[in-house]
């Protein structure tokens, strides 16, 4: 039996409509997290761009009007530290007026009482929240700024209480494994749903050293036998399609009006300076080549048997190892191993047929 | 008389997906699709018209007895309100 979330999704995914759009307003942050995907935060901005090249307020509320216009329902806002934006509440009340369901993905640390008052007065439904520790001293390591985890938690609490939905996401990196048991019964604790994303990407500056933070095998072995066994997906678990919602039911768009297939594929299909976004939406070579893929043109994964445990996203892969449709063989990338772990210790009879509501396991493009 | 004008609330999110109307209530997190009749009121009811100019505009549209329409708008619209997807404005 399908919800009807589930058949609007499908819809979404079959008839090619933008249901789920993530946009980042700026790429400026107060934290320096050493897996920052968009640059490497030990540097002032991305390398050869300057932030005044960022999206216009009046150019991002353009984009607005046309993704609601091409079919969006779901609007993440996204940064960098989307709160660091001095406009975000102009942009969540156009939103959230024109009819979107608006997320904020922020570190949280700018989640003052009067922040969180004006952002939902202004019509946010909700907020994703970065953790990655459960002790001060991990999270705070990570993201090099002291006093982060505190004020972190803290915003989750007032976000909370101003009766926003709040997901606390968790990077799951070799430093914080151990404590990945602790955080979730912190999300419990705090009332709030917990996301795990046990994948690592190259940053989008191309740099690579993010990558080394990422969990070896015998950890993430460890994590499922342990505090993530109820992930481990049950039998009837399986999954049906290797194509992710990239280009067909998602989209994403950077601060500087790039279009990629999802926020986490960065693969430029077009600029909204240049081009409308239904023009890139229905028109760009690159989300027509997406929308193409059959199952047979994934070498990898067309007859792999651990198919039904894998949480492949297009986007994580493509940002890896520049393959959209890789990996080019089995092994290539760390979701391989992944889902090789998940069926073996579904086969060895320890999975767990529910998973604890509100707790998920992220697919990139799936947010 | 008190002139009763429904209008959108900020928790609820909607869009026409495929031809079909869904409204989502965010907080909950559940969608509901609308009928014909419905998305019409829905699209209506935006805090520009009281109950009963939006009743005679589908009376008006699905031909039917203007008094069945004020009674089916205004028992939607009530629906809607119990679900915090509108909010009525009064004035007199």
């Known amino acids: 039996m399908t919800t009807h979330d589930e058949r609007i999704q499908q819809r979404a995914f079959e008839k090619c409509i933008p249901l789920s759009v993530t946009l980042e307003i700026t790429l400026r942050c107060n934290l320096r997290c050493v897996h920052c995907y968009n640059f490497d935060r030990e540097l002032s901005y991305l390398p050869e761009r300057r932030s005044e090249e960022e999206l216009r307020d009046d150019e991002i509320h353009r984009i607005l009007d046309e993704v609601r216009a091409e079919g969006c329902l779901y609007l993440g806002l996204t940064g960098g530290e989307a709160l660091m934006h001095p406009r975000i509440v102009d942009f969540v009340r156009h939103a959230s007026d024109s009819g979107m369901a608006v997320r904020i993905k922020s570190n949280g640390t700018l989640l003052r009482p009067a922040t969180v008052r004006r952002v939902a007065e202004a019509g946010a439904a909700a907020i994703d929240l970065s953790l990655y520790g459960s002790t001060a001293e991990t999270h705070d390591a990570f993201v090099k700024v002291p006093g982060a985890w505190k004020r972190t938690l803290e915003g989750a609490q007032t976000a909370r209480d101003a009766g926003l939905s709040v997901k606390l996401n968790a990077v799951v990196v070799q430093s914080n494994a151990d404590e990945v048991g602790r955080m979730l019964e912190m999300a419990s604790e705090l009332g709030v749903s917990f996301n795990l994303d046990l994948q690592i990407t190259k940053r989008y500056d191309g740099s690579r050293s993010s990558l080394d933070l990422s969990v070896d095998r015998g950890t993430l072995e460890r994590l499922h036998r342990g505090p993530l066994r109820s992930f481990v997906p049950g039998g009837d678990a399986t999954r049906k399609s290797i194509q992710c919602p990239c280009a067909r039911s998602v989209c994403g768009i950077t601060a500087f009006g790039d279009v990629y297939p999802c926020i986490g594929a960065p693969m430029r299909s077009g600029n909204l300076r240049e081009q409308s976004f239904h023009e890139v939406w229905e028109s760009s070579p690159q989300f027509r080549w997406i929308r193409e893929l059959r199952t047979d043109d994934f070498p990898a994964c067309r007859s792999c048997v651990h198919m039904p445990y894998c949480r492949r996203s297009s986007g994580v892969i493509y940002s890896n190892t520049g393959v959209y449709n890789g990996p080019e063989k089995f092994g290539d990338d760390f979701v391989c191993i992944e889902a090789e772990v998940l069926h073996q210790i579904h086969d060895e009879g320890r999975a767990s047929e529910t998973l604890p509501a509100g707790f998920t396991l992220r697919r990139h493009s799936q947010d | ?92």
């Open chain 2, 1 to 92: 008389m008190t002139k009763r004008t429904p209008e959108r609330s900020r928790s609820t999110a909607w869009q026409s997906i495929d031809g079909e109307m869904v409204l989502l209530r965010v907080r909950a997190r559940e969608l509901l699709g609308l009928n014909e009749v419905a998305r019409r009121i829905w699209e209506l009811a935006d805090g520009t018209r009281a109950i009963e100019q939006i009743a005679a505009i589908v009376a008006a549209e699905f031909d039917v007895l203007p008094e069945v329409a004020e009674f089916d708008t205004a028992r939607f619209v009530e629906e809607l309100i119990g679900l915090d997807a509108l909010q009525l404005r009064e004035e007199s």
